[in-house]
């Protein structure tokens, strides 16, 4: 890969269709210096409303591909609450501007229009048992609804044969989403895309919360009663860390003495398959791996986040 130039120097297209964005993408190619490894295209996935978490994914793109594309779209089929839907931030302008700061070199912004041009899909990418449990349980058709539009965008942002030279092909996705990120893996593997996906770490508060769009929803109270997800989690991995039983219940427990938290699940799966671990989390030491999962609310607002164990 060449090495990238600094980002104040960088010009920031913004387009709004697949054939712009194709056009953009060879262009952009295209004006590479020569070099002796194949150039490398990064994407970017996001539903806009970015925030430091997202300013670290783009950074980290960044810096191993030498063209990123970075897409804006709010999916509406993976929102099983129109209200919720209605009420995402749409904040172009500003998203703009923090994925200028980061390096983006395209920002794909498409109508729904673009997206689905015969509206909803008849044809459906269906998440299957992966996508049933956890988030899927209580958001209905959410990860089918995901799946269906990162396909899309994989597609739309692939590079083009017509090329004539090899191009490494790469998606990025954030760790704090893991279903997700375990279903888009299974999805590429299966389906046979030509792209590489790569996650990255979570970036919290300095308090510990999980950084999201939906943080700006809650109040003072609320946002440092949330924190509790984050103690649950620490608690857990410290006895994981020293081989203890994980007493998953009792970590559990600390919910019931946040009022305005409702805990909807605190689990500990396989990281690849999400099949829950009921073994050595109670009475016996911990070993191996795991992937430690939960989802709370919070007055209105849902909070996930998670935590690998044993690594």
């Not at 998440?127 to 349980?137: Q, R």
């Not at 999201?212 to 857990?236: D, G, M, P």
């Amino acid at each position: 890969m060449s090495t990238p130039a600094n980002s104040a120097s960088r010009a920031l297209r913004i387009v709004r269709t697949a054939a712009e964005l194709s056009t953009a993408i060879v262009q952009a190619l295209e004006g590479l210096a020569p070099g002796n490894s194949p150039a490398a295209l990064g994407l970017v996935p996001t539903m806009g409303a970015l925030h430091s978490g997202h300013e670290s994914l783009v950074s980290t793109a960044r810096e191993q591909n030498d063209v990123l594309v970075v897409s804006i779209f709010v999916n509406e089929l993976q929102f099983n609450d129109r209200a919720d839907f209605e009420r995402y931030p749409r904040t172009l302008d500003a998203d703009i501007e923090i994925l200028a700061r980061a390096g983006a070199d395209i920002v794909f912004a498409p109508e729904v229009s673009t997206v689905y041009p015969d509206g909803r899909p008849l044809v459906k990418l269906d998440s299957g048992a992966l996508g049933e449990k956890f988030e899927g349980a209580s958001r209905p058709g959410h990860f089918d609804g995901m799946l269906a539009v990162v396909a899309k965008l994989l597609h739309f942002c692939m590079p083009p044969a017509s090329l004539g030279v090899p191009v490494a092909y790469r998606a990025y996705f954030g760790q704090k989403d893991a279903q997700q990120l375990v279903l888009i893996n299974r999805m590429v593997a299966d389906l046979n895309y030509p792209v590489e996906i790569r996650s990255v770490p979570i970036i919290r508060s300095a308090e510990g919360l999980a950084l999201s769009s939906r943080n700006q929803f809650l109040t003072k109270e609320q946002a440092k009663a949330a924190l509790v997800i984050h103690r649950a989690l620490n608690l857990v991995k410290g006895r994981a860390d020293r081989h203890e039983p994980l007493y998953l219940e009792d970590a559990a427990g600390l919910f019931e003495m946040e009022p305005l938290v409702e805990l909807d699940y605190f689990e500990l799966v396989d990281p690849r398959t999400l099949q829950e671990l009921a073994f050595n989390c109670q009475d016996t030491p911990f070993t191996g791996e795991g992937l430690l999962l939960v989802a709370a609310k919070v007055g209105k607002v849902r909070l996930i986040d998670n935590m690998s164990l044993g690594y």
